[in-house]
C-alpha cells in the first residue's frame, strides 16, 4: 500500500512539473526579428496581463543608455539586442533580458543623423550566433551574437549606388532565410538583393526591378509552391523568387509618395498593402497559371492609409491607423470598415497583437493602451502612460519604435530609454 501511495505521489509530482514546464513554455515566445517570428506583428501565449483596468504590468528594469535610434529590441532567450548611438557612433547593445544589465556594446560607425531623429531605424535579425542589421546610411551588417564584431558589411550606396524615395534613412529590417539576408538598396542595378548570409557575397540580384527603396521590410511567402519575397519599394510591390531573383509578379500602386513604410500583410494567396499620405490600401490577389503569375486588385481604397505605426491580421480584420480616420477595424477579404474610433488620448501610432487584445501605443506621449481585436466595435481594457519620456530632442519628439512583447515581458523604447514591464500574470 505504501509503495503504492508513493507511486501516486510521484505520478502527481511528475504531472505537476510537467504543467508547469508546459505553462512555461506556452508562454515562452522569443522575438527574434521585426515584428516577431513571422513579421505578422502577432504573439501567442497563455497567463499573459491583458487587462490593465484589473492590474497594470509592473516595471521591471529600465536600460538609460541606448542613445538615440528607431531600433525595436530583438529578443532570444535571456539575451537582448538593440542599436541606437553613442557620442559620434552608431551602436549595438547587448542586454540581459532579464535585467537589462549591459553584456556588450559595439560601435559600427559614424552615426546616421537626420533632424527626424539620428542612429539606427530598422530592427536587428537574430539568426543562431549571428546579428543582420541596416542602419540609416544604408550600411548593412552581420556581427557576432556574442561580442557584437563585424563579419562582414556592405554598403547599399556605396557599394551599389542604392537609392531612397526620400530622406529619412534606410529603415529596413533584413530578412533571414534559409541561407540568404535579403535587403533593399533600391538601385538601378534591383531593387532587391540576396547576400550569403555567412561571408556577405551577392547572390542574386532581381535585375528586372529597379525602383527606389521605400521604408519597408520584406516578407517571405510561398504561392502556388513558389517560395518568394514579397516587399514594397517607392512605386509599388513585388514578388521576387527566393530561388534565383527573378521578378515573378510586380504591382504598382497609384498614389505612392514620400514615404512607403509599413510591412506587407500575406494570407491565402492574397498580399494586403497600405502607406500614408493619403495613398490608402490595396488587396492584390496573386494567382499561377503555368509559369506566370498573374495579379488582380481584389479591392483599392482610402479606409487604411497607415503611415508608419504598422498594420496586423488578427483572423479575417485588419487593425491600424488610419490618418484620416483614427483607429480602424477593416475586413481583409472586401476592404470594409467594421469600425473606426477616434479618441485624443490614444492617438496614432504603432501596435501589435498579442493574443485577442492589441496593444496600441500612441507616438506623442507613449501612452499603452489594450483594446479587444474584434470586429464588434472598440473595447478598451486598460491603458498605461510611460514612467517618463525622453529628454532628447528631435524635430518632432515622437515615440516612433514599435512595442514588443517576448517571452511574458513588454519592452518599449523612446530613443535612449529602454523600459521592461512583466506582462505575465
Same mark, same amino acid.
Given at each position: 500500500?505504501?509503495? +503504492?501511495?508513493?507511486?501516486?505521489?510521484?505520478?502527481?509530482?511528475?504531472?505537476?512539473?510537467?504543467?508547469?514546464?508546459?505553462?512555461?513554455?506556452?508562454?515562452?515566445?522569443?522575438?527574434?526579428?521585426?515584428?516577431?517570428?513571422?513579421?505578422?506583428?502577432?504573439?501567442?501565449?497563455?497567463?499573459?496581463?491583458?487587462?490593465?483596468?484589473? +492590474?497594470?504590468?509592473?516595471?521591471?528594469?529600465?536600460?538609460?543608455?541606448?542613445?538615440?535610434? /528607431?531600433?525595436?529590441?530583438?529578443?532570444?532567450?535571456?539575451?537582448?539586442?538593440?542599436?541606437?548611438?553613442?557620442?559620434?557612433?552608431?551602436?549595438?547593445? &547587448?542586454?540581459? &533580458?532579464?535585467?537589462?544589465?549591459?553584456?556588450?556594446?559595439?560601435?559600427? $560607425?559614424?552615426? !546616421? *543623423?537626420?533632424?527626424?531623429?539620428?542612429?539606427?531605424?530598422? %530592427?536587428?535579425? *537574430?539568426?543562431?550566433?549571428?546579428?543582420?542589421? =541596416?542602419?540609416?546610411?544604408?550600411?548593412?551588417?552581420?556581427?557576432?551574437?556574442?561580442?557584437? +564584431?563585424?563579419?562582414?558589411?556592405?554598403?547599399?550606396?556605396?557599394?551599389?549606388?542604392? +537609392?531612397?524615395?526620400?530622406?529619412? $534613412? /534606410?529603415?529596413?529590417?533584413?530578412?533571414?532565410?534559409?541561407?540568404?539576408?535579403?535587403?533593399?538598396? $533600391?538601385?538601378?542595378?534591383?531593387?532587391?538583393?540576396?547576400?550569403?548570409?555567412?561571408?556577405?557575397?551577392?547572390?542574386?540580384?532581381?535585375?528586372?526591378? %529597379?525602383?527606389?527603396?521605400?521604408?519597408?521590410?520584406? #516578407?517571405?511567402?510561398?504561392?502556388?509552391?513558389?517560395?518568394? !519575397?514579397?516587399?514594397?519599394?517607392?512605386?509599388? *510591390? &513585388?514578388?521576387?523568387?527566393?530561388?534565383?531573383?527573378?521578378?515573378?509578379?510586380?504591382?504598382?500602386?497609384?498614389?505612392?509618395?514620400?514615404?512607403?513604410?509599413?510591412?506587407?500583410?500575406?494570407?491565402?494567396?492574397?498580399? !494586403?498593402?497600405?502607406?500614408?499620405?493619403?495613398?490608402?490600401?490595396?488587396?492584390?490577389?496573386?494567382?499561377?497559371?503555368?509559369?506566370?503569375?498573374?495579379?488582380? #486588385?481584389?479591392?483599392?481604397?482610402?479606409?487604411?492609409?497607415?503611415?508608419?505605426?504598422?498594420?496586423?491580421?488578427?483572423?479575417?480584420?485588419?487593425?491600424?491607423?488610419?490618418?484620416?480616420?483614427?483607429?480602424?477595424?477593416?475586413?481583409? @477579404?472586401?476592404?470594409?470598415?467594421?469600425?473606426?474610433?477616434? =479618441?485624443?488620448?490614444?492617438?496614432?501610432?504603432?501596435?501589435?497583437?498579442?493574443?485577442?487584445?492589441?496593444?496600441?501605443?500612441?507616438?506623442?506621449?507613449?501612452?499603452?493602451?489594450?483594446?479587444?481585436?474584434?470586429?464588434?466595435?472598440?473595447?478598451?481594457?486598460?491603458?498605461?502612460?510611460?514612467?517618463?519620456?525622453?529628454?532628447?530632442?528631435?524635430?518632432?519628439? @515622437?515615440?516612433?519604435?514599435?512595442?514588443?512583447?517576448?517571452?511574458?515581458?513588454? !519592452?518599449?523604447?523612446?530613443?535612449?530609454?529602454?523600459?521592461?514591464?512583466? =506582462?505575465?500574470?
Amino acid at each position: 500500500m505504501k509503495k +503504492k501511495a508513493n507511486n501516486k505521489i510521484k505520478l502527481s509530482l511528475l504531472f505537476l512539473v510537467v504543467m508547469m514546464i508546459s505553462a512555461m513554455e506556452s508562454n515562452a515566445q522569443d522575438w527574434s526579428q521585426w515584428r516577431g517570428q513571422n513579421r505578422e506583428g502577432i504573439v501567442k501565449g497563455s497567463n499573459l496581463n491583458l487587462n490593465w483596468l484589473e +492590474k497594470k504590468p509592473a516595471l521591471i528594469w529600465v536600460f538609460r543608455e541606448a542613445g538615440t535610434g /528607431y531600433s525595436s529590441p530583438a529578443v532570444v532567450g535571456s539575451m537582448l539586442y538593440l542599436s541606437g548611438s553613442e557620442d559620434d557612433n552608431d551602436v549595438v547593445f &547587448a542586454l540581459d &533580458a532579464q535585467t537589462g544589465n549591459l553584456k556588450w556594446k559595439q560601435n559600427l $560607425g559614424e552615426r !546616421y *543623423v537626420q533632424d527626424r531623429g539620428d542612429g539606427p531605424r530598422g %530592427t536587428i535579425t *537574430v539568426d543562431g550566433d549571428k546579428l543582420y542589421l =541596416i542602419r540609416g546610411g544604408g550600411q548593412i551588417h552581420c556581427l557576432s551574437a556574442k561580442d557584437g +564584431k563585424t563579419l562582414w558589411k556592405k554598403d547599399f550606396v556605396a557599394d551599389f549606388d542604392g +537609392k531612397m524615395m526620400s530622406q529619412w $534613412g /534606410y529603415s529596413e529590417s533584413p530578412l533571414v532565410d534559409g541561407n540568404l539576408v535579403i535587403g533593399t538598396p $533600391g538601385s538601378e542595378q534591383g531593387t532587391l538583393m540576396a547576400f550569403d548570409k555567412n561571408t556577405g557575397e551577392v547572390v542574386w540580384v532581381c535585375k528586372e526591378w %529597379t525602383d527606389q527603396a521605400g521604408y519597408s521590410s520584406p #516578407i517571405v511567402v510561398e504561392i502556388d509552391g513558389v517560395r518568394q !519575397y514579397v516587399q514594397q519599394s517607392a512605386k509599388g *510591390v &513585388a514578388g521576387v523568387a527566393a530561388k534565383d531573383g527573378k521578378l515573378l509578379w510586380k504591382v504598382e500602386v497609384e498614389g505612392y509618395r514620400v514615404a512607403v513604410i509599413p510591412t506587407p500583410i500575406f494570407k491565402d494567396n492574397i498580399v !494586403y498593402v497600405t502607406a500614408g499620405y493619403n495613398a490608402g490600401c490595396h488587396a492584390i490577389r496573386v494567382t499561377k497559371t503555368g509559369d506566370t503569375f498573374n495579379t488582380e #486588385i481584389v479591392y483599392a481604397n482610402k479606409n487604411m492609409a497607415n503611415h508608419h505605426g504598422g498594420v496586423v491580421l488578427v483572423n479575417d480584420h485588419i487593425y491600424g491607423f488610419s490618418d484620416a480616420s483614427g483607429w480602424v477595424c477593416q475586413n481583409f @477579404m472586401t476592404g470594409e470598415i467594421a469600425w473606426r474610433q477616434r =479618441i485624443r488620448e490614444v492617438g496614432k501610432g504603432a501596435l501589435l497583437a498579442v493574443n485577442d487584445r492589441l496593444i496600441l501605443q500612441d507616438e506623442r506621449t507613449g501612452l499603452l493602451s489594450v483594446v479587444e481585436a474584434s470586429p464588434n466595435g472598440w473595447k478598451e481594457f486598460g491603458r498605461m502612460p510611460l514612467p517618463e519620456q525622453s529628454k532628447l530632442e528631435t524635430m518632432d519628439n @515622437m515615440i516612433w519604435v514599435h512595442p514588443v512583447v517576448a517571452n511574458g515581458k513588454l !519592452y518599449v523604447r523612446d530613443h535612449d530609454l529602454l523600459f521592461c514591464f512583466l =506582462i505575465e500574470k
